[in-house]
C-alpha cells in the first residue's frame, strides 16, 4: 500500500541516523530528550485539567438551564393559580359560606369554579372550604372523594392569622390510588375581617411529573422542586422510595447556602440519598416559599472526560517508553551493528502505531505528492466525503470542489502554501452524493532532508454545525425574535445605507413612526400571549403594506418603523397614500384566540433630506410628529413640522417638572361641593387635584392628568389624592360636619392594581373613617373595560364600605346589562349633557331617561356642571338629587371649604353663584 511505504521511508531515515549516532556520546544527547519529554507531559497534564474545567463548566450551565427551565413552568403555574383565585374570589359572596345556603350557590359556584379550571392542563381543581375545613364547593364534582383541610396546617395559619394572605399545602395523596396533588389556598374573610372559609387551586403533580420526566438529566440525574420554608420534597424526578422522601438535612450545602441568601446558582455536594457527587442548579422562587434543584451526576458528566484521561495515561506511558528506549538506543550506541537493526525494528513498531494514530484520528486527511495526485486518505476521510481510496487515487484534490471558491482565491492558497509552506482556511466541498458543505482546511507540505518537497497533507473538519450557529446569532443580532422583523440595530445600519443612496442618487426617503393606540390596554387586559400574537399580526399586516423595497422594523413594544425609499418626486403622494393604507389596514379588527381586539395606529412621517440627515435626526422627527399624531385624536398620520419641536420640548419639560411634583409637595386638593337639590344642603364634596407649580404656575388638571397616565405617573398621584381625601374626611368630622361624605376620582390604571384594595383599606383605618364617608369615582368607560375584573374589584371595594359611582355617564358605552351588575350607589351626568338641558332637546331627553332609568335601579343621581339657576330648575323637575357647579361653588381649597360649609350650615350661602 501507499500509506504503508510512506512510513517505511521514515524507517530507512531512522536506521540512517542510528547509524550516525554510533560513537555519539549519549550524555550530551538524553538530557535535551528529559526536556522534551517533560515538555510534553505538562501540556498533556494541561490539557487533562482544562478538558477537566470545560465539562465542568458545560455541566453547571446545563444545571442552571434546567433549574431555570423547572423554576420558570413552576412559578408560573403558582401564578396562574394565585390569579384565578384573585379571580374567583370576587364570585364567592359571604352569605354562600353558610352551610345553610350552599343549595342557592351550589350550581353557581361548582360551574364557575369548573370555567376557570378550563385551559389549566396543570391544575386540577378549583375548591371552596369553609371556616371549618370542610369542602362546600369544587370543580370535580364526581371525584370519588371528599377533601377535608380541617388538620393541614396550611388551613390553620389561614384562620389563625388575619395577615396571611396565602398558604402551600405540603404533598397530598388521595383516593385509591394515592394520586398525589399540592392546593394553593387564598382566604374568604368578611368585611369585618372574621374568616370565612379559603378558596383552593389544587395541582397535579403528575402533571410535572410529566414535565420533569421530559428532561434529560442522565441515568443518575434527578429535577426536584422543594419548599424554601421548611425543606420539604415536593415532587422529585425520578421519584424516591418513601423511606428516602424526607425534610433536606439540616447540614446539607443547599439549605446553607439557600439560607445564606442564594437565589440562583450552582452546588456540588453529595447527594444525602445515595452519596453520589452531584453538580446541583439551584433556583429559589422570589414570591413563594420554593425552589428548585437540576442535579447531574459527576461521574456521567465526566464519563467522557475519564475515557480522555486514560487516553492522556497511555499516551504519557508511551513518551516514557520511548525516552526509555532512546536511552537504552543511546546507551548501545558503541554496540554491534546487529543492535542497530534490532532497534530499527522498533522503531518500525513505533511508526504502526502512528499509521494507526493517523487512520483513526477523526480528522479527514489525505496526502498527495509534489505534484498533487492523491496516494494516501484515512477512514475519516471516507467517512465525511463518501469517497474511497479506489475512488481518488492519483487525481488532484480539486474534484472534491463545490465551484464556490474563486480560483483567485485558490491562487492565493497556494501562493501561500509556497511561501511559507502551510495554509489554512475556510472553503466549500462536495461530497459523493452531490451535498455541499463547508469545512476548515489546514495544508502542509513535506520535506525530505535535501529540503526537496515530496508530499502535501491536508487535514480538514466538517464545521456546517459552526456555520448555522454563526447564521442564527446573525439573525437574532438583526431581527426581532417575536416578529422576525429587522430589529432597532438592523434598521439603523440599513436606513443609514438608504440615507447614502438617497444623498447620492439625489432622491428622498421617508421614514413612518409608528405607535399602537391602547395595546397596553389590551396587553395588560388579557395577557403577554395575546399581545403577542396581537404584535406578529400586526407586523403580517405591515409586510402586506409595503413595497419590496422599503423597510419595516420592530423598535420594541408596540413600536414599529416603515421606511420608504427611492422616492423622487412623489412624496407629497405616495406618502400619504401609504401612510393611509398602513392606518386602514392596522385599524381592521384583529380575532385573536377568540377575542376581537381592536388598536389603531398613530404614525409620525418625516421625510430626507428636509426634516434630518441623518438617522438620528430622522427618527426623533417622525417620533415627535407620531405624539403629535396621538395629540389629534390617535388613528391618523402627521408629517414633521418644525413647530413640533417646540411642542415635543414643551411636553419634556411639564414631564420632567411632573415627575418631581410629588416629591416637592407641589399638588394641592379643592373640594367642590355636591347640593341636594331637595333641601338645599350640602351633602359631599368631591376632591380635585390642583397643581401649583413653581415654574409653569396653576397648571389645570386636563393638562397633566392625560400625561401622567401615559408616562405611567398616575398610580402614585392617584394615591397620593386617596390618603389626602382621607385626612380631609377625618377633618370634616372633627368640625362638626359628619354627614357630609369625601368623592375621589380612581383612574383606570389604579382599578387594576391588585393592591387597590388593601390601599383603600389602610386609608379608611388611618383616618377612622366611617362606613359611607368616603365615595370613590369611576369613568363609565373604566367599568366596561375588563368587567369582569371590575366588578370583582369594586365589590371588594364596597365590602369596605366605600360608596361608588360612575361618573361622566352619558359619554361612553355602557351596557345596562353590565350596569346594573355594578355594586355603585350613584350615577354622575356628564357636563356635557348639563350644559345645554335648556335648549337642546336631546341632551334633555337623555339626561331625563338617565335619571329615570337610575332611579329605577335604587341610584342616585349626581348632576356635575350645573352653572345657572334655569339648569337647577330643569333638573328639579326631572327629578335629579344632587348637582354641583359654578352656580353653588368653584373648587375650594380646604380653608375656603370649611368657610362654605359654615356659611352653608347657617343658610346664608345656599343658591349664591361663587
Known sequence: MVRISIFRMFRRDDVVNIGRFKGFHRHRILPPLLVVFVTAVVLLAYSLWFSHQQAIQAAQTNVRNLAWLTEARWSASLDRARSSLDNLAGKVRPDAMRQAELHRYEQYLNTELTIEGKGFPEIKAFHVFGADGGLMYTSEVDDPWRLNMTEASCFRKLREDPRQEIAYSGVMRHGADQVESFMVLLPLRAANGVFLGALGAQIDLAYF??????????????????????????????????????????????????????????????????????????????????????????????????????????????????????????????????????????????????????????????????????????????????????????????????????????????????????????????????????????????????????????????????????????????????????????????????????????????????????????????????????????????????????????????????????????????????????????????????????STPSIGIAVFPSDGEDVGALMKAADTAMYHAKSQGRANYQFFTAAMNKAAAERLQLENALRQALERDEFRLHFQPQIDIASGSVVAVEALIRWQSPTMGLVPPDTFIPLAEEVGLIEGIGRWVLEQAGRECELLVAGGYPGIRVAVNLSMRQLRKRDIVAIVRRVLQDNRIAPGQLELEVTETVTMEAPETTIGVLGQLRALGVLLSVDDFGIGYSSLARLKLLPIHGLKLDRTLVGDIETDANDAAICAAAIAMAHSLGLKVVAEGVETEAQLEHLRRLGCDLAQGYHFSRPLPVDELNLYLERSRQGAALGAPA
Open 209 to 598: 411529573e410529566r414535565l420533569l420526566g421530559s428532561l434529560d438529566v442522565g441515568g443518575r440525574g434527578f429535577l426536584a422542586i422543594w419548599r424554601s420554608d421548611d425543606f420539604s420534597l415536593v415532587l422529585r424526578r425520578p421519584p424516591l422510595p418513601p423511606e428516602l422522601a424526607r425534610r433536606l438535612p439540616a447540614d446539607h450545602p443547599v439549605r446553607g447556602a439557600i439560607a445564606g441568601g442564594m437565589r440562583d446558582g450552582v452546588v456540588r455536594a453529595p447527594a444525602y440519598v445515595d452519596g453520589l457527587p452531584r453538580i446541583l442548579g439551584v433556583r429559589v422562587l422570589i414570591n413563594a416559599p420554593f425552589y428548585v434543584v437540576a442535579g447531574l451526576a459527576e461521574d456521567e458528566v465526566l464519563a467522557s472526560w475519564r475515557t480522555k484521561r486514560l487516553v492522556v495515561v497511555l499516551v504519557g506511558l508511551l513518551l516514557l517508553v520511548v525516552l526509555w528506549l532512546m536511552r537504552g538506543l543511546l546507551k548501545h550506541s558503541e554496540s554491534s551493528l546487529a543492535r542497530a537493526i534490532d532497534q530499527a525494528q522498533s522503531a518500525e513498531e513505533r511508526l504502526k502505531l502512528m499509521a494507526s494514530v493517523y487512520e483513526h484520528t477523526s480528522e479527514a486527511i489525505l496526502v498527495t505528492d509534489a505534484a498533487k495526485r492523491i496516494v494516501s486518505i484515512n477512514r475519516a476521510f471516507t467517512t465525511l466525503t463518501g469517497y474511497a481510496l479506489a475512488d481518488v487515487q492519483g487525481r488532484n484534490p480539486s474534484l472534491l470542489s463545490a465551484g464556490r471558491t474563486s480560483p483567485e482565491e485558490y491562487a492565493e492558497m497556494w501562493r501561500a502554501i509556497d511561501e511559507s509552506g502551510a495554509w489554512q482556511g475556510e472553503i466549500w466541498d462536495r461530497r459523493k452524493d452531490g451535498s455541499c458543505y463547508p469545512k476548515w482546511l489546514a495544508i502542509s507540505t513535506l520535506r525530505n532532508a535535501e529540503g526537496v518537497l515530496t508530499h502535501y497533507i491536508g487535514s480538514f473538519t466538517d464545521i456546517s454545525d459552526r456555520k448555522q450557529a454563526e447564521q442564527r446569532i446573525h439573525e437574532l443580532a438583526h431581527n426581532d425574535v417575536l416578529t422576525g422583523l429587522a430589529n432597532r440595530f438592523s434598521l439603523d445600519q440599513r436606513l443609514a445605507q438608504a440615507i447614502v443612496a438617497a444623498r447620492r442618487e439625489n432622491r428622498q426617503l421617508a421614514v413612518m413612526f409608528i405607535d399602537l393606540d391602547r395595546f397596553k390596554a389590551i396587553n395588560d387586559t388579557l395577557g403577554h400571549p395575546v399581545g403577542d400574537q396581537l404584535l406578529r399580526d400586526v407586523a403580517k399586516r405591515l409586510r402586506a403594506c409595503v413595497r419590496a423595497s422599503d423597510i419595516v422594523a420592530r423598535l420594541g413594544g408596540d413600536e414599529f418603523v416603515v421606511v420608504m425609499t427611492d422616492l423622487a418626486d412623489a412624496v407629497a403622494h405616495a406618502v400619504p397614500l401609504m401612510a393611509g393604507k398602513i392606518v386602514r389596514q392596522l385599524s381592521r379588527t384583529h380575532r385573536i384566540d377568540g377575542h376581537e381586539l381592536r
